[in-house]
T-cell receptor
Framework: NAGVTQTPKFQVLKTGQSMTLQCAQD?????MSWYRQDPGMGLRLIHY???????DQGEVPNGYNVSRSTTEDFPLRLLSAAPSQTSVYFC????????????FGQGTRLTVV | LAKTTQPISMDSYEGQEVNITCSHN???????ITWYQQFPSQGPRFIIQ???TKVTNEVASLFIPADRKSSTLSLPRVSLSDTAVYYC?????????????FGQGTILTVHP
């Protein structure tokens, strides 16, 4: 039972570099989301998707892009990394029908220097 | 989505019952109240969800009064391993179903 898998677990970037955080789920969930969590803070929604080909912005979308070409994958792209994007990133998925539970990945700890 | 307000922190001792109250004055008719738990360096984990009255599962109980403007998460006989951050969320229906909005959460510390 893989659930929600995020890669990498840790990453250090230089300012201005770009990269993609990967998220994959094997539960056939329609809904997927990306959050960032800064030290001592709650989670803030970056982008979310309600199905393949459909994405929308959350609270803090600037500097990030997403796409959803398959049900399973929801990558998060940092276009030009900035120190303010140093954070822990969590991906989550949940079914569109039935139970209310959202499943979270283990997180990606990103440091931008 | 309705804004939630909960205490920033709480302290308890092993074996006690802990009640964490969350206020959500602007909750809409089709909104559900959901609670998550988060341990350090882990993603949040679903605890319980309710719409009205009382819901109980093997982990916790959720009490929701008739006006639904607040809710109380009850953790029976806590142990040290219940030390975590607890988030109260109001989850909308319809097009907002896919969004979960987290507040600051309540840091629960259980002491021996």
């Amino acid at each position: 039972n893989a659930g929600v898998t995020q890669t990498p677990k840790f990453q250090v970037l230089k300012t201005g570099q770009s990269m993609t955080l990967q998220c994959a789920q094997d539960m056939n969930h329609e809904y997927m989301s990306w959050y960032r969590q800064d030290p001592g803070m709650g989670l803030r929604l970056i982008h979310y998707s309600v199905g393949a080909g459909i994405t929308d912005q959350g609270e803090v979308p600037n500097g990030y892009n997403v796409s959803r070409s398959t049900t399973e994958d929801f990558p998060l792209r940092l276009l030009s990394a900035a120190p303010s994007q140093t954070s822990v990133y969590f991906c989550a998925s949940r079914t569109g029908t039935g139970g209310p539970e959202a499943f979270f990945g283990q997180g990606t700890r990103l440091t931008v220097v | 989505l309705a804004k939630t307000t909960q205490p920033i922190s709480m302290d308890s001792y092993e074996g006690q019952e802990v009640n964490i109250t969350c206020s959500h004055n602007n909750i809409a008719t089709n909104d559900y109240i959901t609670w998550y738990q988060q341990f350090p360096s882990q993603g949040p984990r679903f605890i319980i969800q309710g719409y009205k009255t009382k819901v109980t599962n093997e982990v916790a109980s959720l009490f929701i009064p008739a006006d639904r403007k607040s809710s109380t998460l009850s953790l029976p006989r806590v142990s040290l391993s219940d030390t975590a951050v607890y988030y109260c969320l109001v989850r909308g229906g319809g097009t907002s179903y896919g969004k979960l909005t987290f507040g600051q959460g309540t840091i629960l510390t259980v002491h021996p």
